[in-house]
């Protein structure tokens, strides 16, 4: 049996997204993985509507993540000093299912550090961000309600993957 991964990140927001969904898909099968992209599915012509698009979307990614064996998810920094909120959904969904989730990161390090080097304007002093908060100090390279249920890899979708087809077998 051909497992299917669901690809979660704010890749859907480049301007190249389809040709990005399609490049990870092919990844995907190198691994003998049937990738499934948030834009293999389009919104109909006939919703006109922002928030019956935005509805639309929702639910079309929900049933994909449904069909889903696994995800993989990109957990990098997106617009700031967090993961894309949309991917962090994602991976909380697919781990309430029971679905495993195989995430990436650019870099190594705890969330502190990686903050630290990718974002210094919003931290303040050691292990405090700009605001005065704490930053989590487990040791983690993100926020623990990520990092604990993923699986997560230093590097790109292929590192992922490939830790993926390890753990997971391949078909």
């Known amino acids: ?54 509805q639309w979307i929702y639910r079309a ?7 889903a064996d696994a995800v993989l998810a990109d957990l990098n920094f997106f617009r700031g000093g967090e993961p894309d909120s949309g991917t962090s959904f994602e991976v909380g969904y697919a781990i309430a299912r029971g679905k495993p989730v195989f995430g990436y990161l650019d870099g190594q390090g705890s969330y502190a550090e990686r903050l630290q080097r990718a974002h210094p304007q919003l931290c303040g002093l050691p292990g405090v961000d700009c605001d005065g908060l704490h930053l989590e100090a487990f040791d983690l390279p993100l926020n623990l309600m990520l990092a604990v249920p993923a699986t997560l890899s230093v590097g790109g979708p292929r590192e992922a993957l490939r830790r993926m087809a390890d753990e997971l077998g391949r078909p």
């Not at 992209?37 to 919703?47: A, E, G, R, S, T």
């Not at 990614?61 to 069909?67: H, Y």
């Open 1 to 54: 049996m051909t497992l299917t991964i669901y690809l979660a990140g704010p890749g859907v927001f480049r301007p190249d997204a389809r040709e990005h969904g399609e490049r990870l898909k092919a990844l995907c099968a190198e691994f003998g993985f049937v990738g499934l992209y948030p834009l293999d599915k389009q919104v109909p012509d006939d919703i006109q509507a922002p928030r019956e698009q935005a």
């Open 61 to 67: 990614n929900l049933e994909l993540l449904d069909q």
